[in-house]
């Protein structure tokens, strides 16, 4: 049987009865859906109920919690309400601070890290103001939070206000600084302990000293973050009231112990953390009781530290010129370059000899 061929008019073409009758089969159509659509039509967590997505949060750790807050904002306002709720409080806050032992206090701190990290989270969008308020609602029932209420020296609580605070820029450190203040009226117990007799109130400069360490020096990573937190606390206060807080910040703790004295390396530094203004006053009451060897020695360690530490070496530079002001003819102000210059030289030649030495008893062992 012969096959029939398709008919042709003109120069259409007509298909055959089998063509005619072809199935035909259709690719599905791929469609995109926007970020629009998306969030309109709700994500997953959207059509959870409000009881099962609190049973899910259950079963996650704390830093599980905080990377799901970043998902979205809804997100984040759930996890919120759920972290503000008293039994979520009573489960995750540990009440008992003080562990005895090294392996529960570090196991301890590192909760308390995690914490903080899951407020920073759930806070990002919120003012700072409203970020610190947050966090001061979970903890301020808590005795050990409050400036007053704990002495302990290695007490973990405001280890969340340490890493919440952490990585702030200088002006939210400063609201931060104003809140605390207002907080724990900060300046005002400043004041209280420094117009006293040196140890008459001694309970009280034990606390300021916890709580400045803990919260506002220590836990900083870089001298410049320190120094900004010092700069802070000494600002409004004389001279001589700036040298009582120092003392009782770093000072020791013990009375009928007597100190070593500080190397002349660690007084520069603690100048230059002062800031420009303390440390050219210190300076130039030195200078003008004559006592140039001492002065030129530590004008020569603050530069070994501003080379040590990053500064910028003009810093220096300007503080001698300042402090050759203080002479008031020019054979004084040759006489006090000219220490400083024989001063230079003689720590030179200190650390030369040191290192020979060094070298010396290390070829000896060997």
């Known amino acids: 049987m012969v096959k029939k061929e398709a008919v042709n008019f003109g120069?259409?073409?007509?298909?055959?009865?089998?063509q005619r009758y072809k199935k035909t089969h259709h690719e599905p159509v791929r469609t995109i859906i926007t970020r629009s659509q998306s969030a309109?039509?709700?994500?997953?967590?959207?059509?959870?109920?409000?009881?099962?997505?609190?049973?899910?949060?259950?079963?996650?750790?704390?830093?599980?919690?905080?990377?799901?807050?970043?998902?979205?904002?809804?997100i984040t306002r759930t996890v919120v309400d759920y972290i503000s709720t008293l039994a979520w409080r009573n489960k995750t806050v540990i009440q008992h601070f003080h562990q005895p032992s090294y392996l529960e206090q570090k196991s301890t701190i590192e909760h308390y890290k995690t914490l903080g990290l899951l407020f920073k989270r759930c806070t990002l969008l919120l003012p700072t103001k409203d970020r610190l308020k947050f966090i001061l609602g979970r903890f301020s029932q808590i005795p050990c939070f409050m400036l007053e209420n704990c002495l302990a020296p290695d007490c973990v609580l405001?280890?969340?206000?340490?890493?919440?605070?952490a990585g702030w820029d200088e002006l939210e450190c400063h609201r931060v600084f104003n809140f605390l203040c207002e907080l724990t009226n900060l300046l005002q117990k400043i004041e209280a302990v420094i117009t006293a007799k040196p140890g008459a109130k001694w309970h009280q400069e034990l606390q300021l000293r916890l709580f400045c360490r803990q919260v506002l020096l220590d836990p900083r990573p870089s001298q410049l973050e320190r120094q900004f937190w010092l700069v802070q606390l000494l600002k409004p206060l004389p001279m001589v009231s700036q040298a009582h807080l120092l003392f009782i910040l770093y000072g020791p703790l013990r009375p009928e112990v007597i100190p070593q004295p500080w190397h002349v390396e660690n007084v520069a530094?603690?100048?230059?953390?002062?800031?420009?203004?303390?440390?050219y006053t210190f300076l130039a009451s030195k200078a003008l009781s004559g006592r140039l060897t001492e002065i030129s020695r530590l004008i020569v360690y603050i530069v070994l530290v501003c080379e040590k530490d990053g500064y910028h070496m003009n810093w220096p530079v300007k503080l001698v010129q300042q402090i050759s002001k203080v002479f008031s003819t020019a054979p004084d102000k040759f006489c006090f370059i000219q220490e400083l210059e024989n001063m230079f030289s003689e720590v030179t030649r200190e650390f030369f000899e040191f290192s020979v030495a060094g070298e010396v008893v290390q070829l000896s062992g060997e």
């Open 269 to 279: 530094r603690l100048l230059v953390l002062c800031g420009s203004n303390l440390c």
């Open 158 to 165: 405001l280890i969340p206000l340490q890493t919440l605070i």
């Open 40 to 74: 309109s039509s709700g994500s997953f967590f959207h059509r959870v109920p409000a009881e099962v997505f609190d049973m899910i949060l259950d079963k996650l750790s704390v830093r599980d919690i905080s990377v799901l807050s970043m998902v979205s904002k809804d």
């Open 11 to 18: 120069k259409y073409k007509w298909p055959t009865k089998s």
